[in-house]
Structures are given as structure tokens and as C-alpha cells.
């Protein structure tokens, strides 16, 4: 007589569970920045400037054109902690020192989401991008 209050106990943990889940990835998809839209300058290049902080990038969502340069500064704001940023699917992979910046150039071709992240993490620990610290390339 005590399995259907086991069953029920399980299964309302379950759907607090569920909606918790959806809960913080709804408030994640709603605390993320607005995508910024990059323009090409007089010279053709779309310029941005990025701040590596703990575990994030602000702005964290761009959007940029096909087969425009894009020259991104990426700006750390930590005191101790190493950066980097990489777009694998771009072949971009650039360092950033604690407290250091540093200028990142390339030309995406083809359109499409891209993502970039921070692989950098300490022996035993979740890397920079299991903690949060990616972001989004829209190239249209």
C-alpha cells in the first residue's frame, strides 16, 4: 500500500525537477545581452570590442556579414585568470591574458550560428565553458 505514495512522492520530485530545469534555462536564455549587430566601418571591417570576465563574455551574442573581416578586441578583466577565445569551426584561437587585451582577426564565409567559448580550466576542475563562458556568431 506504500508503492503508489513512493510513485507519487518520485514522480512529484520529478516534475519539480523538470520545471526548475526549464525555469533557469528560460532565466539564462532572458539574462543573456541582446545580440549585437556588427556594421562594417568606411575600411569594410566589423570591429567589436569583447570583455572576458569570470566565466563570461559581454557582449555575448554578435551577428556579423559573410565574407566581411571581422576584427574583435577582447578585453580580460581578471586579475589572475587566463582566457582564451576560440570559434573551432572558424580555425579562430587567440589567448588573452589575465588582465591583458588583445586584438583577434578573420574573414567567416560561410553564413550561420557559430559558437565561441573559453576551453582554459584548472586539473580537476570544469573547464571555462562547462562553467557558462561561450557565446554566439550569427554570420548572415
Known amino acids: 500500500m506504500n508503492k503508489p505514495c513512493v510513485s507519487r512522492s518520485l514522480w512529484a520530485r520529478t516534475v519539480i525537477w ?41 557582449p555575448d551574442r554578435l551577428t556579423v ?4 573581416p571581422v576584427e574583435l578586441t577582447l578585453t580580460s ?19 588573452v591574458g589575465a588582465g591583458k587585451t588583445v586584438t583577434v582577426r578573420f574573414t567567416p564565409m560561410q553564413p550561420g550560428p557559430y559558437l565561441f567559448y573559453c576551453d582554459k ?13 561561450e557565446g554566439r556568431l550569427e554570420v548572415r
Open 18 to 58: 523538470i520545471v526548475l530545469v526549464a525555469w533557469v534555462n528560460a532565466a539564462a536564455v532572458a539574462w543573456a545581452g541582446e545580440a549585437v549587430t556588427l556594421e562594417p566601418g568606411t575600411d569594410g571591417v566589423q570591429r567589436a570590442t569583447i570583455t572576458l570576465d569570470s566565466y563570461s563574455y559581454s
Open 77 to 95: 578583466v581578471t586579475t589572475i585568470t587566463p582566457h582564451n577565445f576560440i570559434i573551432k569551426e572558424l580555425t579562430v584561437e587567440q589567448d
Open 65 to 68: 556579414q559573410a565574407g566581411k
Open 121 to 133: 580550466k584548472l586539473l580537476f576542475l570544469p573547464s571555462h565553458r562547462e562553467k557558462g563562458m
